[in-house]
C-alpha cells in the first residue's frame, strides 16, 4: 500500500529533511506541501538538492488543503501545531515535530511555554524505557494516529541516561547535560546571532539555568525510566556546525557501581536496537559519524575520582533528532518494518 502525505511548513529545514527521507521511503507518496510565506514558489527554491521535488509547489496551510491524506506531518513552530491538529480528521495519521504534544504535564507547558496546553500525544521515541525500565514505549506506537515526535536534545540526552537511571545505577538528583548543538537545530528563520560572521570560529551557550524548554521532557523521559523523579541541569552551546548534536552527560554513581555493570545495563537496554549503538569500552562517538542517519551512537566511561559516570552520546538532530524519529514511529504506527526508508549508513562530513 502507498500512504499519501502531506507536510504543513515544509520550507523549513525540518520539511526538508521530512522530503529528504521521504523520497527513500517506497510505501510513502508526497501530495502536498505547504508553507507561510512561501505559498506559490516551488520546492526547488528552498530545498534545490530534494530534485524529486523540484516542480512540488507551497500552498497555503489550511484545512481545505491539509484534507484527504493519509499522513500528515507537522513541521510547525510551537503553539501553531495545535491549531492545525485540529483541523485534521481523526482518522489520518498525523505527527507533530514541535512541541506542543510532548509534555504530559499542564504547568510544565505554561511555565516553560506559556500560552494554552494542548495535551500529550503518543511519544514518537520506540527506544524510550518505560515502566521504570520494564518496556519500551515502541508497544505504545503500534496503531497509534496522533504521534509527538521528541526533540532533538531531548533524544541526545534521554538515550544516553535512560539505561543508567533505569537500572538504578545513576544517583537521578545530580545529572549535569552539556551539549554542543548545530546551527540547524536554531530553525531557519533569520536570526542575527546565527549570521557567518557572528557564529564562525565562535560557540555560545544558550538556555541557559534551567530555563530550556527541552529540560522538563527530558525529566518526563527519565521519570518513566527509572520509576523516580529526576533532576536535571541541562546546557546547550551553539556550535559552528549545521547540524549535529554531542552531549556529554554526567551523572553520579551509586555507591558499589562498576563500569562493567553499567556497560552491561546499555547492552541490555539497545543491544536489540537498529537505531542506537554502544560504542566498545575507550572509544567515544562524533557528530560526523552520524550525519544523515537515523543513529544515536553512545559512549560509556566511569570518573573513578569523581564518582560519577560519563555518557556521551552523539546524533544528527535533524534526523534522528527530528525527521527520522518522525518516519520511525510512522512504520510503527502503520505495521511496517521500522527500518522501512531509514538507512544506517551515514554521508561524508
Known amino acids: 500500500m502507498v500512504y499519501s502525505v502531506a507536510i504543513a511548513g515544509a520550507s523549513g529545514y525540518v520539511g526538508g529533511e521530512l522530503l529528504r527521507l521521504i523520497s527513500a521511503h517506497p510505501q510513502l507518496e508526497v501530495k502536498t506541501v505547504t508553507a507561510n510565506s512561501n505559498v506559490g514558489e516551488k520546492v526547488a527554491t ?4 530534494l530534485r524529486q521535488y523540484a516542480e512540488l509547489v507551497f500552498s497555503p496551510t489550511d484545512a481545505a488543503t491539509l484534507a484527504g491524506h493519509d499522513i500528515v506531518f507537522l513541521a510547525m513552530p510551537h503553539t501553531k501545531s495545535a491549531e492545525v491538529a485540529a483541523w485534521i480528521s481523526e482518522d489520518t495519521l498525523v505527527l507533530d515535530c514541535g512541541a506542543d504534544f510532548r509534555l504530559e504535564n499542564e504547568d510544565d507547558w505554561i511555565k516553560f511555554y506559556g500560552g494554552t496546553y494542548a495535551g500529550h500525544w503518543n511519544y514518537g521515541m520506540p527506544e524510550l524505557l518505560v515502566e521504570g525500565g520494564k518496556d519500551k514505549q515502541r508497544k505504545n506506537l503500534v496503531g497509534a494516529k ?5 526533540g532533538c536534545n531531548a533524544t541526545a540526552v534521554t538515550l544516553a541516561l535512560a539505561p543508567g ?12 547535560s552539556a551539549l554542543s548543538v548545530g546551527t540547524s537545530g536554531a530553525g531557519r528563520t533569520l536570526k542575527t546571532n546565527l549570521l ?3 557564529i564562525l570560529g565562535s560557540a555560545s551557550a544558550y538556555g541557559v539555568g534551567g530555563v530550556h524548554r527541552h529540560t522538563p521532557e527530558i525529566e518526563q523521559n527519565l521519570r518513566h525510566a527509572s520509576g523516580r523523579s529526576v533532576v536535571l541541569n541541562f546546557t546547550p552551546a551553539l556550535v559552528p556546525m549545521s547540524r549535529g548534536i554531542l552531549a556529554v552527560n554526567t551523572a553520579k554513581l551509586v555507591p558499589g557501581t562498576t563500569e562493567a555493570q553499567l556497560r552491561a545495563a546499555y547492552e541490555k537496554a539497545y543491544g536489540q536496537e537498529k537505531f542506537v549503538q554502544v560504542l566498545p569500552a575507550g572509544q567515544f562517538p562524533s557528530t560526523a559519524s552520524t550525519l544523515g542517519v537515523n543513529t544515536c551512537l553512545i559512549g560509556i566511561a566511569v ?6 559516570a560519563v555518557i556521551v552520546s552523539a546524533i ?3 534526523v534522528k533528532g527530528t525527521a527520522g524519529a518522525a518516519i520511525q ?6 505495521g511496517l518494518p521500522e527500518d522501512t526508508g531509514l538507512t544506517v549508513n551515514g554521508v561524508a562530513p
Open 329 to 334: 514511529s510512522l512504520n510503527i504506527a502503520l
Open 316 to 318: 544528527d538532530n535533524m
Open 146 to 150: 496522533r504521534i509527538a515526535v521528541p
Open 46 to 49: 528552498l530545498h534545490p538538492h
Open 196 to 198: 557567518a560572521s557572528e
Open 303 to 308: 570518573d573513578e575520582h569523581a564518582g560519577r
Open 165 to 176: 537511571v533505569g537500572e538504578v545505577l545513576l544517583e537521578p538528583h545530580d545529572i549535569v
